[in-house]
């Protein structure tokens, strides 16, 4: 219906996505200047390396954090770092301890992608607070909707307390809209303003915008989808690990878990018109990343692991 509504597709879109900023400040009870939207997160993700880092600089990211960040360093002419996880999950300490007087970004998903895990508000404070000052700390929250974990925090307050923090979000996830390429950031208006200079003008389609105030509208979807990934990963990493997997925890809506023979694991559900996602390119060759899907499709999976 929205898509139906969308008038006005032979003019240029809002170049500022203003209603869906006024929209998502409404929301969350955050000021709309402080917010910048991008096609997906990917490109807020972007952005912030072209305007933070370039030769000669280092961007920290997790042994296992998302392929883009290394990406974004590498394709402002920064050196992507790579430092160890605990346990398949980002450590405060080993991040802290990579920092030398070249970095000049840290990117963290919390919960990551591919393993699931996260770290605590407590942590995510901790970091920040022992970052060095001059340091932009990027917290990607692209699974923020799917955590359940009492002592999450999306870091708000971080990014409110100083110019040096910035918190991303998309509609790729559990607002299911990633084909519309929607995403977003929030931080102190000394980096908005920076982002937005070199943000291409008419970065977000009109279809973008419409889409994505539509989805922030449909509460009820949100909550069904939220309700369903929760009941639906437990489950299925409780079956993964009754079955003998390694299962990190997971806060996302996908498990990875660990196989002794990942790639025949991986042919034989294609085999069965099920796919998910090898983790080679990761470096995690052992293990699979699977989505939670419907509950018909989770049982097949499980069926089909058993056999
Ligand atoms: C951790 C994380 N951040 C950001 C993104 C980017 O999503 P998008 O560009 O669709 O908003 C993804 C997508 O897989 C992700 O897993």
């Not at 963290?108 to 700390?137: H, M, Q, V, W």
């Not at 809209?177 to 000394?190: C, D, K, M, S």
């Not at 069965?272 to 989770?298: K, Q, T």
Request: glycine share 8%; net charge negative; charged share 25%.
């Amino acid at each position: 219906d929205a898509v139906q509504n969308a008038a006005s597709l032979n003019r240029y879109p809002d170049g500022a996505s203003s209603e869906l900023r006024e929209k998502l400040g409404e929301i969350n009870n955050l000021n709309p200047e402080q917010i910048i939207c991008g096609a997906g997160s990917d490109e807020i993700l972007e952005l912030i390396a072209y305007a933070y880092c370039g030769e000669g600089d280092e961007v920290i990211y997790t042994q296992h954090g998302f392929l883009v960040y290394p990406i974004a360093a590498m394709s402002a002419g920064a050196k992507p770092i790579a430092v160890a996880e605990k346990n398949l999950t980002a450590d405060v300490d080993t991040i802290l301890a990579a920092v030398n007087e070249r970095t000049r970004i840290v990117m963290l998903a919390n919960p990551n992608n591919p393993t699931g895990t996260y770290i605590s508000g407590a942590e995510l404070k901790r970091l920040r607070a022992d970052l060095r000052e001059d340091i932009l700390l990027v917290i990607d929250n692209a699974y923020a909707e799917c955590v359940t974990a009492d002592d999450y925090d999306m870091g708000y307050d971080l990014a409110d307390a100083a110019p040096n923090t910035i918190i991303t979000r998309t509609f790729s996830k559990m607002y299911g809209i990633p084909a519309l390429r929607v995403g977003w950031g929030y931080a102190a208006p000394e980096i908005i303003d920076i982002l937005n200079r070199i943000r291409p003008p008419f970065n977000l389609t009109t279809l973008g915008q419409v889409g994505a105030c539509a989805a922030l509208d449909d509460v009820e979807f949100m909550q069904k989808s939220v309700a369903h990934n929760t009941k639906w990963r437990e489950w299925l990493s409780a079956e993964l690990r009754g079955l003998g997997c390694e299962v990190p925890p997971s806060q996302g809506n996908f498990v990875l878990a660990k196989f002794a023979d990942a790639n025949a694991v991986f042919e034989k559900l294609r085999a069965n018109d099920i796919i998910v996602r090898e983790m080679g390119g990761y470096g995690l060759p052992e293990y699979l990343r699977i989505s939670i899907g419907l509950e018909a499709d989770m049982k097949k999976l499980v069926a089909l692991l058993g056999e």
